[in-house]
C-alpha cells in the first residue's frame, strides 16, 4: 500500500515536497516512480528511482525535481524546486517489486501498486 502526502496551492517558483509512504517488508528491492496527471490530459512520467538508487526524470522537470528514497522510512520523496504553472496536477507515486527494464521506466504500465494521488496547484 502506498501513501501520497505532501500536495498543496503554492505560487510559482515555490518548492514542495511530496512524500509517499509504503506498507509492507522489501521496500528496498521496490523500483519507485513518480507520475502526474493534469486535468484532460493522460497520466505521464515524472521521475524514477531504481533499488540501487540510480535516478531518471522527465525532461519537463529535470534540474528541478529531484526523486530520493529512504529505505529505513519505506519512503520514496519528490523534492519539486521552482515550480511552474504547467506543474499543476494530481501526483502519484507507483512501485513495483524489482526495477522495471530501462525501456520501461518511464511507462505507468511498469509498475504494480499506485498510490491515491496527491494534488499539486501552482498559481502564475
Known amino acids: 500500500q502506498l501513501q501520497a502526502s505532501g500536495g498543496g496551492l503554492v505560487q510559482a517558483g515555490d518548492s514542495l515536497r511530496l512524500s509517499c509512504a509504503a506498507s509492507g517488508r522489501a521496500f528496498s528491492s521496490y523500483g519507485m516512480g513518480w507520475f502526474r496527471q493534469a486535468p484532460g490530459k493522460e497520466r505521464e512520467f515524472v521521475a524514477a528511482i531504481r533499488s540501487t538508487g540510480h535516478t531518471y526524470y522527465a525532461d519537463p522537470v529535470k534540474g528541478r525535481f529531484t526523486i530520493s528514497r529512504d529505505n529505513a522510512k519505506n519512503t520514496v520523496y519528490l523534492q519539486m524546486n521552482i515550480l511552474k504553472p504547467e506543474d499543476t496536477a494530481l501526483y502519484y507515486c507507483?512501485?513495483?517489486?524489482?526495477?522495471?527494464?530501462?525501456?520501461?521506466?518511464?511507462?505507468?504500465?511498469?509498475?504494480?501498486?499506485w498510490g491515491q494521488g496527491t494534488q499539486v496547484t501552482v498559481s502564475s
Open positions: 507507483a512501485a513495483r517489486m524489482g526495477n522495471p527494464i530501462l525501456s520501461m521506466v518511464r511507462r505507468a504500465n511498469a509498475y504494480d501498486y
